[in-house]
């Protein structure tokens, strides 16, 4: 949510009015914070509607990094590839929201020469939310040209949907791609060779730790509290136990 309620002002609305209808806080103080994603979709549909600002999601993501990810961040950083940081994204992106779902696929069948991260978004709404969705592909797109220094960028963005906002919208978020609309999945397709570039921050021990914590803390995307607690109590002990 971070920037949302600028971005809101920004295009004329009441921030304060819409997140109150919607039941989301103004201000975020706790990242860790839990919200309703159903309802996070909503405001943005809604406000999409009425600003006329077809382009809400896309704008929501210029106000966001790959600090957004919190400890999923600094691990996907210290990754040794760009492949890697993304195969790592998609093993833990379910501690953002069990909502989103991310997934490395081979692309064969289209080109050896590309693969294609594919994202899709599930939630108790049976009704599609674009917005959202566009925003989480511009934040992936912003994500992979901050891990290679700019190097990677997507070839082609694919939407489940018809584009919302005008052309020039999608240029600012994802560069020169191709944006292919109304496809069965949405997703990003990058140059197979770009999951080579290596990241030039990598230090093995605090990857180590970011995803030891990962572990600890977000084991399995259908633990309860309390399978949480157990495993983490259970990693703690073993690491006490190690000479």
């Not at 919200?35 to 382009?55: H, M, P």
């Not at 921050?201 to 633990?223: C, F, H, I, V």
């Amino acid at each position: 949510m971070r920037g949302v309620a600028v971005v809101l002002a920004e295009v004329g609305l009441d921030a304060h009015a819409l997140l109150k209808r919607y039941r989301l806080p103004l201000v975020v103080d706790d990242e860790e914070q839990q919200v309703s994603i159903d309802a996070y979709a909503g405001l943005l549909e809604e406000a999409a509607v009425l600003s006329g600002c077809r382009d809400i999601g896309l704008r929501v993501a210029k106000a966001q990094d790959i600090s957004i990810l919190g400890p999923l961040a600094i691990a996907m950083q210290h990754c040794a590839t760009v492949g890697e940081a993304m195969y790592t994204c998609s093993r833990y992106l379910y501690m953002q929201s069990p909502a989103l779902v991310m997934e490395v696929r081979e692309m064969s069948h289209w080109s050896p020469d590309y693969v294609e991260v594919r994202f899709d978004f599930h939630s108790g709404e049976k009704r599609h939310r674009p917005q959202v969705l566009e925003q989480s592909l511009a934040d992936l797109a912003t994500i992979v040209r901050f891990l290679s220094d700019g190097r990677s960028r997507p070839y082609q963005v694919n939407l489940p949907h018809a584009m919302q906002g005008a052309a020039m919208a999608y240029r600012g978020a994802f560069g020169e791609a191709l944006i292919a609309d109304n496809m069965e999945n949405g997703g990003v397709i990058l140059p197979r060779k770009d999951m080579d570039i290596a990241l030039g921050g990598l230090n093995e021990t605090l990857k180590q730790m970011s995803t030891r914590y990962l572990q600890m803390a977000y084991d399995s995307p259908t633990n309860s509290v309390a399978d949480q607690v157990r495993h983490i109590l259970r990693l703690s002990l073993i690491h006490i136990s190690e000479p």
